[in-house]
């Protein structure tokens, strides 16, 4: 089962982790992304996949006083060639002026 805010579904089984009433609290509705500014310090995170069975993601976020803001997200969907998802993440990596991406090391086949 899975429950939608703002088109985004989430899995019920985490609701003990988040709510469907914390994540509306923090979903500003109708957001697709945000541009990249200036001034701004951004942090990308990534959870590699193969490209056979998993999606591939990327967020990137800002820090704003006590808030993490989620600025952009890219997915790409079972089957993909991961060399072309890692040349489009850079692509996105640059507009954001991020030189350093997090990820747990992990990317099946790849």
Same mark, same amino acid.
């Given at each position: ?10 899995r ?15 979903t500003?509705?109708?957001?697709r992304e945000?541009?990249? @500014? ?6 990308a ?29 890219? @997915? ?13 993440l ?11 991406? @997090? ?7 790849w």
């Amino acid at each position: 089962m899975e429950y939608a805010i703002d088109g985004n579904f989430f899995r019920n089984d985490l609701a003990g982790f988040l709510t469907l009433e914390a994540l509306e609290a923090v979903t500003a509705l109708g957001r697709r992304e945000l541009a990249p @500014v200036h001034h701004l310090t951004y942090i990308a995170g990534v959870d590699a996949s193969g490209g056979l069975h998993d999606a591939f993601t990327m967020s990137i976020v800002h820090v704003a006083g006590d808030k993490v803001i989620q600025d952009a997200l890219r @997915v790409f969907h079972a089957p993909f060639d991961p060399h072309h998802a890692v040349e489009e993440l850079v692509k996105t990596c640059r507009e954001y002026r991020i030189t350093e991406v @997090v990820g747990d090391a992990y990317s099946g086949d790849w």
